[in-house]
């Protein structure tokens, strides 16, 4: 679906990255609609924190084009950035002052209503009762805490947030989910990249991968997550698919390698029984039926290539 441009919180158009001769985003086209959480998933040198900070204007681009709430970056970054929000990497505090004393710094740099939003802010990301602490007392979860809460400072309406449960244990890792959610609820756009893809299958509306700098997909969770499906070894595949394929509950109906079926079906608690029971009828032996239900992380494996034969 293309969105136009008057709906999009982050659009880029054909950017490229090069260090030397080593292309680091080659040419991606990305859309990201206002008010939505999207995810921004990769693996580990894919170039997820290279783009970022290309639409940060923090690392100019070699070429194409991105904006910003629809201004243009880096022609109108200053702009921009008074109405963005972001962590990248591990958010950098001083040490020796407390998380109070860190925001107040941060505040004065952004001037206008900033001072006033920090006590809230704080509140907001549960560092209230530690807000006085030293930060080098603080963990890494709780520096990832403080970090969203300088965002906040300008009341912005992009949050850009590079790995930002990094640290948390499961219960701040809930909490925060929360927190992101909320976010959208207020109207802002949350453009996260994580390694959890649990997390993000829970959190996000819709989400892009990239592999060595393209975007291989793009579109609503519910898209790239896929359907439901069981894994079907039997002694003859070809009678298997042509039975399997005319039921009601089936989508569609791969063969993965000799013998083995991806079965992807509508509702995998009546499927199964009902999968198991019309091979039976039509005399074909069944050596193994395992459900395969939907799953980000089974898609992003399948969509980077480092999938195993059978998921």
């Not at 001037?111 to 006033?116: D, H, I, V």
Request: aromatic share 4%; glycine share 12%; with cysteine.
């Amino acid at each position: 679906m293309v969105v136009s441009g008057d709906d999009l919180a982050i659009r880029a158009r054909a950017l490229r990255k090069c260090f030397g001769a080593r292309v680091a985003v080659a040419g991606v086209d990305l859309e990201v609609p206002a008010g939505t959480v999207f995810g921004f998933l990769g693996p580990n040198g894919a170039g997820k924190t290279t783009l970022i900070r290309m639409l940060l204007g923090l690392t100019r681009a070699s070429d194409g084009h991105a904006w910003l709430l629809g201004l243009p970056v880096p022609q109108r970054r200053t702009r921009a950035l008074a109405r963005v929000g972001a962590v990248v990497e591990e958010p950098g505090f001083h040490r020796y002052l407390t998380g109070r004393e860190n925001l107040r710094i941060a505040a004065a740099a952004r001037g206008g209503g900033a001072g006033e939003r920090i006590g809230g802010a704080l509140e907001r990301v549960g560092l209230g009762d530690r807000a006085d602490d030293r930060v080098g007392r603080y963990s890494l979860g709780m520096r990832q805490r403080l970090g969203i809460a300088r965002c906040l400072l300008s009341d912005p309406a992009l949050l850009i947030l590079d790995e930002p449960v990094n640290g948390l244990d499961p219960a701040g890792i809930r909490e925060m989910r929360v927190l992101i959610r909320s976010f959208a609820d207020e109207g802002r756009t949350v453009f996260l990249s994580s390694h959890l893809l649990d997390e993000v299958q829970r959190v996000c509306d819709r989400i892009a991968v990239v592999d060595a700098g393209r975007v291989v997909a793009q579109g609503a969770t519910e898209e790239l997550v896929g359907a439901d499906a069981l894994m079907i070894e039997v002694a003859d595949s070809r009678a298997a698919a042509g039975v399997l394929a005319g039921l009601p509950l089936v989508r569609a109906v791969d063969e993965v390698r000799d013998g083995v079926l991806r079965v992807r079906v509508f509702d995998i608690g009546q499927a199964t029984a009902l999968l198991a029971r019309e091979l039976a009828v039509a005399g074909i032996a069944v050596h193994r039926l395992e459900a395969a239900p939907a799953s980000l992380e089974r898609a992003f494996l399948e969509l980077t290539g480092r999938s195993g034969a059978e998921r």
